[in-house]
């Protein structure tokens, strides 16, 4: 019997691609090896279906999108500068360039929207929330500052920007449901959570105040319990969102419960910014990574009915923790996967014997200009398979985005090999 996958992993490589599926703690699979298109920075797949995006340093003005378990090219579109970035739900897919965005109907590749003249962003930040009913977008309102602005993926239209920050922003993310986004700065210091679509401020956590880092990934939990974020330091922080009440119990007569009140008293003399930031919560739990100054990229997932923090390291390493979710505290390693070796391949090889996709698909998609009515646009099946002369209905693109292998699948981590 098949495995339920748990978490996916997408790496780009000099030679190409990897696609990893993760079930258990000591069970890792490579889904499928690419080494068509080689130096690959960006790979993205749609959840636990087979549909790819890839983009290449050969070709970086070029989307690519297959279907790699039947081995054939849905569509590729071009574009006017490098792609930096790509974000995909059931519902959109969103093309981020240095100054524009283009969003996408992912059921037939239309482009439905160009958002021109955006501030010059050169990391391609941004971030589209997994829930297909609720696509928001979130990217830099400014250069200079730590402007959000939030975008409605299905109305196609501006929902309102966010002051979340003074200086430029640095990473961006939202939770599963699309209610709630975090945010961080180029300093690092602080990360911001707020709710959506109002932008209300709900939570601050300090992840340190000694010295600015680049915050390199930043997730939510599944069940929006926890935040977690990573830099280039040694330290991985993980942050519990949880209200606090004033109806606290009281707290016994010892000496550091009367310390707390004389310091919970003391900040009621000193300036709003300097009592704000005494009063902000510290991270929940920690990991100590062995390594320093590299990117990685982290997650957290229940694997086995425990909750597990996942970091991959651009050295190619996939490193599953344990968290304690009543006590916290320092994170315990319990495996660590190698990414880059010989992986065992669990391949679905279909017995498929329809028609390769004829190639004036992709070129039909491949300018705006030249796309089609949608009344008479091939597209690609349920399980993302491109199919010679499938009509998709004009109704289905209101109510029917792609169904995915497994509606419950957890969404994939992406990174690249630098």
């Known amino acids: ?23 258990s703690v000591e069970q890792l699979d490579q889904v499928h090896e690419s080494n068509e298109i ?15 995006v890839v983009v290449s340093h050969a070709k970086p003005q070029q989307m690519n999108v297959y279907h790699f378990k039947k081995g054939t090219e849905i569509c590729n579109y071009s574009y006017s500068s490098k792609i930096l970035s790509i974000r995909l739900n059931r519902q959109r897919l969103v093309v981020c360039l240095e100054e524009s965005i283009y969003i996408h109907n992912i059921k037939d590749m239309k482009l439905l929207k160009t958002i021109m003249d955006t501030p010059p962003n050169t990391t391609g930040l941004c971030a589209l929330s997994i829930n297909h009913a ?22 196609l239209k501006t929902a309102c920007t966010i002051p979340a920050h003074d200086g430029p922003l640095a990473a961006l993310a939202f939770n599963s449901t699309g209610s709630k986004l975090a945010s961080a700065s180029e300093k690092g210091t602080v990360i911001r959570v707020f709710s959506i679509p109002g932008g209300q401020k709900l939570y601050e956590f300090r992840r340190g105040m000694k010295r600015y880092v680049n915050i390199s990934s930043l997730v939510f939990s599944m069940d929006s319990q926890f935040l977690c974020a990573s830099s280039n330091t040694e330290t991985v922080h993980i942050f519990k969102l949880e209200h606090l009440t004033d109806s606290r119990p009281e707290e016994p007569p010892t000496w550091s419960g009367y310390m707390g009140k004389m310091f919970q008293a003391a900040t009621n003399y000193l300036p709003a910014q300097v009592s704000g930031m005494m009063n902000q919560d510290r991270a929940f739990a920690t990991v100590r990574l062995n390594i320093s100054g590299q990117r990685n990229i982290c997650a957290l997932s229940t694997i086995q009915k425990l909750p597990r ?41 279909e017995n498929d014997l329809r028609p390769p996709l004829p190639q004036s698909y992709a070129a039909t998609v491949a300018r705006q200009s030249t796309v089609p009515s949608t009344s008479t646009m091939p597209g690609y099946s349920e399980d993302g398979g491109a199919l010679r002369g499938e009509v998709i209905p004009e109704h289905e693109f209101a109510t029917g985005p792609v169904c995915l292998d497994d509606e419950n699948e957890f969404p994939p981590v992406s990174i690249r090999d630098p």
Not at 3 to 20: E, H, K, N, P, W
Request: hydrophobic content about 35%; proline content about 4%; glycine content about 10%.
């Open 134 to 155: 609720n696509s928001y977008l979130a990217y830099p309102g400014s250069a200079t500052s730590g402007e959000i602005a939030l975008y409605d993926g299905n109305t």
């Open 309 to 349: 923090l996942l970091v991959t390291t651009s050295d190619g390493h996939l490193c599953i923790y344990n968290l304690d979710p009543q006590d916290g505290g320092e994170c315990v390693l319990i495996k660590k996967h190698s990414l880059l070796g010989s992986g065992k391949t669990e391949e679905n090889k």
């Open 38 to 52: 080689p130096d690959v920075y960006i790979v993205e797949r749609l959840f636990s279906s087979s549909l790819v």
């Open 1 to 23: 019997p098949s495995l339920q996958v748990l978490f996916s992993l997408a790496i780009g490589t000099t030679t190409g691609y990897r696609l990893f599926s993760l079930s």
